[in-house]
């Protein structure tokens, strides 16, 4: 039994010793420690130049008969906006590390990390399925264009991805709203759910979430969509000329084992470089889609917070967008990895 014990031990210790010394590891713990600058940075730079419009929350307050100005010094004073920027700042700053604290919302009267808890889970929903709506369109899409170059296929495609391309956020948002009016009720508009979603069972409230997600995912894809399906044509034309892909077919491979497993394996991973900042750039053109839809989402909590000035939620905010935008390119880099064995994770930096 000890025996046993023993070299279970040692097993798991064996284990462990090769995870924390592994490539990956090593270069994960590397990409964390790098971000933990880029945030304080990232954190810094937002203070400053939030401080720099004129007035604050509580100058709002002023133009209110009902509130003296004693009431007005006297919340000047408890959330420290009475202090200096760099006093306010590492204010911020050590409620963050110390308690996790990101400080108090003025305009909803609420702890800023119960908000962004809400918001941020309600954005990634509608960005992740906006990022697979993409790629599982835009993908196939682009192979096709690519091997059927300069033919009528491929010219279609091009209109539609030149379209798509040319067509800002919002007006296609604004084309979504007066196509679901039209349709009125079978598309929903404004929020996540509907009235009775908490009497629905589970998969009545998915499908309820899923067809409220609908237009403002289709609203936030178009433009990413048109993008990767012309970058995946051209990444696949680049590969369909080289040596390798000839001497496969002069071997009587079928074409679509060509296509699919030789070339698509090879022009993979630029599509896969840019996922990191396919995601960022979702994140950050989601307000459009929210704004249009009603979706409560953490862009359009950003942009209210600007609008009312509230320091410090808008601060998480964007603090909150930056760790997305790290954790979006740390992820690509490693699913790159997982594409491709020979590339080696310290030369992606």
Same mark, same amino acid.
């Given at each position: 039994?000890?025996?046993?014990?023993?070299?279970?031990?040692?097993?798991?210790?064996?284990?462990?010793?090769?995870?924390?010394?592994?490539?990956?590891?090593?270069?994960?713990?590397?990409?964390?420690?790098?971000?933990?600058?880029? %945030?304080?940075? #990232?954190?810094?730079?937002?203070? &400053?130049?939030?401080?720099l /419009?004129?007035?604050?929350? !509580?100058? *709002? +307050?002023?133009?209110?008969?009902?509130?003296?100005?004693?009431?007005?010094?006297?919340?000047?004073?408890?959330?420290?906006?009475?202090?200096?920027?760099?006093?306010?700042?590492?204010?911020? %700053?050590?409620? #963050?590390?110390?308690?996790?604290? &990101?400080?108090?919302?003025? /305009?909803?009267?609420?702890? !800023?990390? *119960? +908000?962004?808890?809400?918001r941020?889970?309600?954005?990634?929903?509608?960005?992740?399925?906006?990022?697979?709506?993409?790629?599982?369109?835009?993908?196939?899409?682009?192979?096709?264009?690519?091997?059927?170059?300069?033919?009528?296929a491929?010219?279609?495609?091009?209109?539609?991805?030149?379209?798509?391309?040319?067509?800002?956020?919002?007006?296609?948002?604004?084309?979504?709203?007066?196509?679901?009016?039209?349709?009125?009720?079978?598309?929903?508009?404004?929020?996540?759910?509907?009235?009775?979603?908490?009497?629905?069972?589970?998969?009545?409230?998915?499908?309820?979430t899923?067809?409220?997600?609908?237009?403002?995912?289709?609203?936030?894809?178009?433009?990413?969509?048109?993008?990767?399906q012309?970058?995946?044509?051209?990444?696949?034309?680049?590969?369909?000329?080289?040596?390798?892909?000839?001497?496969?077919?002069?071997?009587?491979?079928?074409?679509?084992?060509?296509?699919?497993?030789?070339?698509?394996?090879n022009?993979?991973?630029?599509?896969?470089t840019?996922?990191?900042?396919?995601?960022?750039?979702?994140?950050?053109?989601?307000?459009?889609?929210?704004?249009?839809?009603?979706?409560?989402?953490?862009?359009?909590?950003?942009?209210?917070?600007?609008?009312?000035?509230?320091?410090?939620?808008?601060?998480?905010?964007?603090?909150?967008?930056?760790?997305?935008?790290?954790?979006?390119?740390?992820?690509?880099?490693?699913?790159?990895?997982?594409?491709?064995?020979?590339?080696?994770?310290?030369?992606?930096?």
């Amino acid at each position: 039994m000890t025996t046993t014990s023993n070299i279970s031990g040692e097993s798991i210790r064996d284990w462990v010793l090769k995870l924390v010394t592994s490539e990956t590891f090593l270069y994960i713990i590397k990409r964390l420690s790098q971000a933990l600058l880029t %945030l304080l940075l #990232v954190s810094a730079l937002s203070f &400053f130049v939030i401080q720099l /419009a004129p007035g604050d929350f !509580v100058s *709002s +307050l002023e133009a209110d008969p009902k509130i003296s100005k004693e009431q007005i010094d006297q919340f000047r004073k408890l959330y420290g906006l009475d202090r200096s920027w760099p006093e306010q700042y590492f204010m911020w %700053l050590s409620g #963050v590390v110390t308690k996790g604290d &990101f400080g108090f919302s003025f /305009a909803y009267k609420r702890s !800023v990390i *119960s +908000l962004i808890g809400e918001r941020v889970q309600v954005t990634l929903l509608m960005a992740i399925a906006s990022l697979v709506v993409t790629w599982v369109i835009a993908i196939p899409m682009g192979i096709i264009a690519a091997v059927k170059q300069n033919r009528w296929a491929d010219r279609i495609l091009q209109v539609i991805s030149y379209a798509g391309q040319g067509f800002p956020s919002f007006i296609t948002a604004l084309f979504l709203l007066i196509f679901a009016q039209m349709t009125a009720p079978l598309f929903p508009v404004g929020g996540v759910t509907s009235i009775n979603h908490a009497d629905l069972n589970w998969f009545g409230k998915i499908l309820d979430t899923g067809w409220h997600m609908v237009l403002p995912t289709i609203a936030l894809s178009i433009t990413s969509f048109a993008g990767l399906q012309r970058i995946t044509r051209g990444e696949m034309l680049d590969v369909l000329r080289q040596d390798y892909i000839q001497t496969a077919r002069a071997k009587g491979l079928p074409e679509d084992k060509v296509i699919y497993v030789h070339a698509l394996r090879n022009a993979i991973n630029p599509l896969i470089t840019l996922l990191g900042f396919e995601l960022a750039s979702l994140l950050s053109g989601a307000f459009i889609a929210e704004y249009f839809f009603n979706w409560p989402g953490l862009g359009r909590l950003t942009l209210q917070a600007v609008q009312n000035q509230d320091l410090y939620l808008l601060m998480a905010s964007l603090v909150m967008s930056a760790v997305l935008l790290i954790v979006g390119n740390l992820v690509a880099d490693l699913l790159l990895k997982v594409a491709d064995p020979r590339i080696r994770l310290e030369n992606l930096n």
